[in-house]
């Protein structure tokens, strides 16, 4: 296998880009270096899959990959990374603080337009604080399937490193469907994220070092309009109180106009230059692949296993429109009629092939909308005549819970 050598000076960044579908491995030599803030073990071989990566040292590092990149570069990152240090200082003496007084800790938001490193900068504080502390990391962008399926909004404790191939910790997520990559086409139910909110304020209730140590939240980057809207909305059902404006002075200033006030500081944040603006495809494909990785594992070497399912032994629902009318197939300008938050169910048909549904944990249809899923099912086959259905899924045996949940989030699997 092809393998170059790179050589790291302070404050130095080794970018690598990865084909999607690929991997490389990093293997730091000599010296020390961090992916995204969490330490390069040495001379072990950490699998970077296919999407972007950097590798960051503070003192210099002789870093190995093998396998072949898109693009490998190195650059000086200084700037963006100390900033990034400085508002971890800021954060863990907050921690310290909420910790000594027995009050929640700093609750921290990444936000600014698509493409500027609100992920990247939200896992690089993670990181710094998880040494110490267990913070959650909150992911409300839908488009990505920051924390397990794209379509989906979540919250999980951060009590290692985020592994640079395996992602998340992801004992105890926890998840709630949105059904839709974006939140245009039911923004109702995207503010329906109150709930996520409720239930990290009771778990702060009964775990103090869980509610010092704090929420690191990655929004979405919809930030004019409605979203900006939406943006302020899910500020509030967090009940953020540090929000970190990523390259966007706009958005800097509005933010701390209709902030005034309130106990929320509001701080720019420069983009790290290695940030890569990524196209629409790539975002496709990348979404594609995070269901893949949901089921097949990061490194495609899970077996999910196909069970088939009479209709009758499952409710599936839809809420708002559902997946039968997204925004797009309405004329210009018209507005669905339909109660965005109306629970309804979905009648047995070819609609459903290809679906992912969500499992949720409602025992009820009133309790959909409130609660979070167990996790994901992929419809490979509808058959209307035999009233079932195939599908994947990660766990073998009886599905958690009987309903089932379906949105507009497709996947076509392609080996
Ligand atoms: P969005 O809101 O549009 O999903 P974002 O603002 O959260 O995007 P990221 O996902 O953090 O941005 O970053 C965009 C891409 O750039 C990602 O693929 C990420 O891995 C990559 N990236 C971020 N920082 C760096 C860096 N310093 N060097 C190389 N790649 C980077």
């Not at 379509?151 to 992602?167: H, L």
């Not at 109180?241 to 944040?269: C, F, N, P, Q």
């Not at 070497?301 to 839809?318: C, R």
Request: glycine share 10%; hydrophobic share 40%; charged share 20%.
């Amino acid at each position: 296998m092809e393998s170059q050598t790179h050589y790291l000076n302070n404050d130095e960044e080794l970018r690598v880009e990865v084909k999607l579908g690929t991997v490389v491995t990093a293997t730091l030599v000599d010296g020390a270096a961090e992916i995204f803030g969490a330490e390069l073990p040495k001379k072990t071989p950490t699998t970077l899959p296919g999407g972007k990566h950097a590798i960051f040292s503070w003192r210099g590092a002789t870093i190995e990959i093998a396998g072949e990149t898109e693009m490998t570069y190195t650059a000086n990152a200084s700037a963006p990374m100390t900033a990034y240090l400085n508002v971890d200082g800021v954060l863990q003496r907050r921690r310290e603080a909420a910790r000594a007084a027995g009050t929640p800790g700093p609750r921290v938001a990444l936000v600014g337009p698509t493409d500027v490193g609100k992920s990247s900068v939200a896992k690089i504080l993670c990181n710094y604080a998880q040494a110490r502390w267990t913070p959650t990391f909150s992911d409300l962008d839908l488009g990505q399937g920051g924390i397990t399926c794209p379509a989906t909004i979540g919250a999980v404790p951060i009590d290692r490193p985020i592994d640079a191939c395996e992602g998340l910790p992801l004992e105890m997520p926890l998840v709630y469907f949105h059904g839709d990559v974006s939140p245009g086409n039911n923004p109702t139910l995207y503010k329906a994220l109150d709930r996520m909110g409720e239930m990290l304020r009771a778990r702060d209730e009964t775990n103090a070092a869980a509610a010092a140590s704090g929420v690191v939240v990655n929004t979405m980057g919809w930030i004019d309009k409605a979203g900006y809207g939406l943006l302020l909305h899910a500020l509030e059902a967090l009940a953020i109180d540090v929000v970190l404006v990523v390259d966007h002075e706009k958005l800097h200033a509005e933010l701390s106009r209709d902030l005034r006030g309130k106990k929320i500081k509001v701080w720019k944040l420069q983009k790290s230059g290695g940030v890569v603006e990524r196209t629409p495809e790539f975002r496709r494909r990348s979404r594609d692949a995070r269901v893949r990785e949901y089921f097949y594992g990061p490194l495609g070497d899970l077996s999910p296993h196909s069970q088939t399912l009479e209709f009758g032994k499952v409710s599936i629902f839809k809420i708002g429109a559902g997946p039968s009318a997204p925004r797009s197939a309405l004329p210009i300008g018209q507005e669905s009629s339909a109660d965005p938050l109306r629970v309804s169910t979905v009648a047995p048909s070819m609609s459903l092939l290809n679906a992912v549904l969500g499992v949720s944990h409602g025992k009820t249809q009133a309790e959909l909308l409130s609660s979070n899923v167990a996790g994901f099912i992929f419809v490979t086959d509808v058959d209307v005549a035999n009233g079932r259905f195939t599908y994947l899924t990660p766990c073998p045996g009886e599905l958690p819970s009987r309903n089932l949940i379906a949105g507009t989030l497709k996947w076509i699997e392609t080996r």
